[in-house]
């Protein structure tokens, strides 16, 4: 790319970094920090009051060195080519950090999705894949939801693409609902994770996990999940925050009754439970581990410096800037970067895939047991790594990342 935007440029300060630690020959650079694919395309949907509006949907697929690309699809009204391609190089790293055989994308649909009814959403999506009909594949690219998709999603994905086909094809997506052959676990996946890499990055610093003081900024499936899996294991929620509003309460909040809560009104705020807080607030409080859980670059200059926590797990997706990771590093902060921390959903994702191309599934506490040695085995990784360059633990992760796929870039070799 000989242009990018701040997003995909914030991931490239990243690898940059790690790419110099690692002397990586200069070729290989060149194509690590180019997404292989970039599609655009326009998607005419028929509205409920009969106008006709044109949606622009996005699929990157960053790099498929290691096997087929895979990513989300979020619908949102700010999605760009430039988030899209960044994410997607960040699903690539995720991957080759989890040791998964899967490449890096991404995909999203320009929309307000809170505006739109069942019927347009689903028509929507059709279209999207019917566009990108000769791009997706179980073999090609396996899209998973993301912002704003769901399960739901996932079953219109794989309809259309089996429509297509001809056959029904249950791996060309993950994130499905169980009975369309989705994988136990998969829905708490991304949280259980959270809550493996938390526990095992506490116990590295010699913090008790039992009574430790948790802040989580964000409050859909990766937040909540966390919040409650923390807690099941010990830790305090001391602070929940949301799009609307948040709550704190330094004894700890109840989580199981502020998700009922939530459930009812739609936000935490307002939860009896605890006093108003902000997500300003929340940040600066002075607990155990932050879990930034809500959408990118959260922490930035501006308020990294009054990040009070030792231990701040990304659960979402390039939460922190370059320069607001800097800061909390330079203050002593352990931050354990999203492409680890939050890659429970995708290592998941993978199990889901295994178990529709063989048509055999497992109980839920076999892909968790699974789930567990995996996030064990990459924080153990990434941690030696950290140790061994003296860097990081985000540099540590690219490192990683970019030694698995940049080795197997010049084994494959150049097709010319």
């Given at each position: 790319m000989a242009e990018h935007g701040p997003i995909f440029g914030a991931m490239l300060e990243e690898f940059d970094l790690a790419a110099r630690i690692l002397n990586l020959d200069p070729g290989i650079w060149r194509i690590l920090t180019h997404p292989k694919r970039q599609i655009v395309v326009s998607c005419p949907v028929q509205m409920d009051n009969g106008e006709i509006e044109v949606f622009t949907g996005y699929r990157v697929q960053y790099n498929i060195t290691l096997g087929p690309a895979k990513g989300g699809i979020r619908y949102h009204p700010d999605v760009s080519l430039d988030e899209v391609t960044a994410l997607s190089a960040w699903m690539t790293w995720k991957c080759a950090v989890a040791q998964l055989p899967f490449g890096g994308a991404k995909g999203g649909i320009v929309c307000d999705p809170t505006r739109m009814s069942k019927r347009e959403l689903e028509a929507l999506t059709r279209r999207y894949v019917s566009e990108l009909i000769d791009a997706i594949g179980p073999d090609k690219d396996v899209p998973?939801?993301?912002?704003?998709?769901?399960?739901?999603?996932?079953?219109?994905?794989?309809?259309?693409?089996?429509?297509?086909?001809?056959?029904?094809?249950?791996?060309?997506?993950?994130?499905?609902?169980?009975?369309?052959?989705?994988?136990?676990?998969?829905?708490?996946?991304?949280?259980?994770?959270?809550?493996?890499?938390?526990?095992?990055?506490?116990?590295?610093?010699?913090?008790?996990?039992?009574?430790?003081?948790?802040?989580?900024?964000?409050?859909?499936?990766?937040?909540?999940?966390?919040?409650?899996?923390?807690?099941?294991?010990?830790?305090?929620?001391?602070?929940?925050?949301?799009?609307?509003?948040?709550?704190?309460?330094?004894?700890?909040?109840?989580?199981?009754?502020?998700?009922?809560?939530?459930?009812?009104?739609?936000s935490v705020e307002g939860f009896p439970g605890g006093e108003p807080i902000t997500n300003e607030e929340l940040f600066a409080l002075d607990v155990d581990v932050l879990v930034p859980a809500a959408l990118e670059n959260q922490i930035t200059a501006e308020n990294a410096g009054s990040v009070r926590a030792k231990i701040v797990t990304e659960g979402a997706n390039g939460p922190t800037t370059p320069e607001g990771h800097r800061i909390m590093h330079a203050n002593g902060v352990f931050v354990i970067p999203d492409i680890l921390a939050n890659s429970g959903g995708v290592t998941t994702s993978y199990f889901e895939w295994v178990q529709d191309r063989h048509g055999y599934f497992w109980e839920e506490a076999e892909v968790n047991t699974k789930l567990e040695r995996k996030m064990c085995e990459a924080f153990e990784s990434v941690l030696a790594t950290s140790l061994k360059f003296k860097v990081d633990m985000r540099t540590a992760a690219y490192i990683v990342a970019i030694e698995r796929v940049g080795t197997v870039t010049k084994m494959r070799g150049m097709y010319a």
């Open positions: 998973a939801p993301d912002v704003n998709t769901n399960d739901q999603t996932m079953a219109w994905i794989m309809d259309t693409y089996s429509m297509h086909v001809g056959h029904t094809s249950t791996a060309v997506v993950t994130g499905k609902p169980i009975a369309m052959g989705g994988s136990l676990g998969r829905r708490e996946a991304t949280g259980r994770g959270v809550m493996i890499v938390t526990r095992e990055a506490a116990k590295h610093l010699g913090i008790e996990i039992k009574g430790a003081t948790v802040a989580v900024q964000g409050c859909g499936n990766v937040g909540s999940v966390s919040a409650e899996l923390l807690e099941s294991i010990g830790a305090r929620i001391v602070a929940v925050t949301d799009w609307k509003g948040g709550v704190v309460n330094k004894k700890g909040l109840d989580v199981q009754r502020l998700l009922a809560y939530q459930r009812e009104h739609r």
